[in-house]
């Protein structure tokens, strides 16, 4: 639609001032038009004539064009702003998403929670953050490959691994006593326990340092056993959490200790050539010749650490799906991490690098200020999400049941977490999540089912006539935005846009049906294909979101 009248004022272009353009319609306020152009202007600095009669010359070309009321209006130093035709908004509803991914591969790499240790709020952001990214894609025609990579070797697995044998005596059948329900709690205090004892304690130390080398090299009997029944409940207690979080399901999940062993690899055989360097001891990259820092890739216990395991974690995602994009996304505090790690895979895997996009949020800030999972003070998914819940039943119909009250909790941390700019930390708060008033996920989902309640009062009618009042195109002109919007932000990976959009909707709704009565109007026709316009446009916003949208609350 948009391109329609963009192509047709590059031809008047040519055709007048033999000028090839590339016009651009933007937005504009609705006293002015529906959109506008600055092509007159730019123009004007081109071939040195005045930018007002450029502008009246592409008018006159344009006065008669399918798509608009009236003529075009040139305004100030030579805008034009372009009117269009109630049939025209009434189409620009059914436009569709740009396709221009199609059967693209693209991997979104997303939440990462570390076996041995509990899922916290930080990880709820970043799987709702890369669900919907992944879902802008989808949008966007791509093939979306849904993984997460976890960290099950590294220190942090000793230190959970010092405190599981410490609190069973090293005796495994202990861990056979402990309830499913304990489990998670279970291995998040033997982390704090490990963790604290490395910290405070020179024996506890070394032996945690003896306890990583093993889990390497798998030398030890009973800590091998330990290790694979831990795992084992760190990942079942996984897929729980993502099931309550309503995130959808990961294709893979990439292990450290599958990819560990070819990062390191990947590292030796770059020093010869100068990409890595030998330095007391360990294996560095010396991001400081590309204006960055130096990281160790290799230690001098001769283990690879994280950067080395995500080279490797780069091969084996490239051999799995030779992607087109891999979007990987992290909190901010590995920016700078990131950085060097990809400036180091760009030195032997140019093409491997040059398709990662890292993209950093910032941190979910709540009373307790930042979480920690060392410090014994990590503030859980679940606990929060439960928290949510007993805030959004304080709020609830008193028939409300179980399967709404989780729609509710799960729209309310979901957009407050989106509705936030990615890199911005998010201040969450409870209370105002849930509110059925105001910028929410609730107050959304509830303009929805009042937009459905609304068409459940009649049967379908035929419209006769699509002209529309001045109230009617203003809601009809705002529906029209939802495409554009969605191309924004899956081109900029920016899902706040669509929050943004969906709560100024539903504010234009409300302000058109205080005034304007769709039921028992003689308008009554029109005005219900506008709300269900309404209605869908909504539900389908929710949708990108991973937002429940139920047809009642």
Not at 372 to 395: F, M, P, T, Y
Request: one cysteine or more; hydrophobic letters at 40%.
């Amino acid at each position: 639609m948009i391109q329609i009248l963009e192509h047709a004022i590059n031809e008047i272009c040519l055709e007048l001032f033999s000028q090839r353009v590339e016009a651009r319609l933007t937005r504009t306020n609705e006293q002015f038009g529906d959109y506008s152009t600055n092509i007159a202007l730019y123009l004007a600095g081109k071939i040195n004539k005045n930018s007002i009669d450029i502008a009246n010359q592409i008018v006159a070309k344009l006065e008669n064009h399918r798509l608009l009321a009236f003529k075009p209006a040139v305004a100030g130093l030579g805008f034009i702003n372009l009117h269009f035709s109630d049939q025209a908004i009434w189409d620009m509803t059914k436009l569709t998403v740009d396709r221009n991914l199609e059967d693209k591969s693209i991997i979104v790499e997303y939440l990462d929670p570390n076996p041995f240790k509990e899922i916290h709020i930080g990880h709820a952001y970043s799987g709702t953050i890369g669900d919907a990214i992944a879902s802008l894609f989808e949008l966007r025609g791509a093939n979306v490959h849904r993984v997460t990579y976890q960290g099950d070797v590294g220190l942090h697995v000793a230190k959970a691994l010092y405190g599981i044998l410490l609190k069973t005596d090293n005796d495994v059948t202990k861990l056979s006593r402990i309830s499913n329900n304990d489990k998670s709690n279970f291995l998040g205090s033997a982390y704090v326990l490990g963790s604290t004892a490395y910290d405070n304690d020179q024996t506890a130390n070394k032996r945690i340092v003896e306890i990583n080398i093993k889990v390497y090299d798998r030398s030890d009997k009973l800590q091998n056993q330990v290790y694979e029944i831990c795992k084992a409940w760190s990942l079942e207690y996984f897929d729980d959490v993502y099931k309550k979080l309503g995130f959808n399901l990961f294709e893979k999940n990439y292990m450290e200790s599958e990819v560990a062993e070819e990062g390191k690899q990947l590292v030796l055989s770059n020093i010869k050539n100068g990409i890595f360097q030998e330095s007391e001891g360990a294996v560095i990259f010396d991001g400081d010749k590309f204006g960055l820092h130096k990281r160790v890739f290799i230690n001098s216990k001769g283990l690879p650490t994280y950067e080395a395991k995500d080279l490797g974690n780069a091969a084996k995602k490239w051999r799995d799906f030779h992607y087109y994009k891999s979007v990987v996304i992290t909190g901010h505090e590995q920016a700078e991490y990131f950085k060097v790690m990809l400036k180091a895979l760009e030195q032997f895997e140019p093409d491997q690098a040059k398709s990662t996009t890292h993209i950093a949020h910032g941190m979910v800030k709540l009373s307790s200020g930042k979480m920690s999972s060392r410090k014994g003070n990590v503030v859980k998914a679940l606990d929060v999400l439960e928290v949510v819940k007993q805030s959004a039943k304080l709020s609830a119909d008193e028939d409300a049941d179980d399967v709404k009250i989780n729609d509710v909790s799960l729209a309310a941390m979901k957009y407050a977490f989106l509705k936030n700019r990615i890199g911005s930390d998010v201040a969450f708060d409870i209370n105002e999540s849930v509110a059925v008033e105001g910028n929410s996920g609730p107050y959304l989902q509830y303009a929805h089912a009042r937009a459905r309640s609304i068409l459940a009062k009649t049967g379908d009618e035929n419209v006769e006539s699509l002209e529309l009042q001045p109230a009617e195109r203003s809601l009809l002109r705002k529906i029209g935005e939802f495409t554009e919007v969605v191309n924004n932000a899956s081109e900029q990976l920016m899902p706040h846009l669509i929050c943004t959009y969906l709560y100024e909707l539903a504010q234009v709704f409300n302000r058109f049906y205080e005034s304007n009565r769709v039921i028992g109007h003689e308008r009554q026709a029109l005005r219900k294909k506008l709300v269900h316009c309404y209605a869908d446009v909504l539900k389908k916003g929710l949708q990108v979101l991973n937002i429940p949208a139920p047809e009642r609350i």
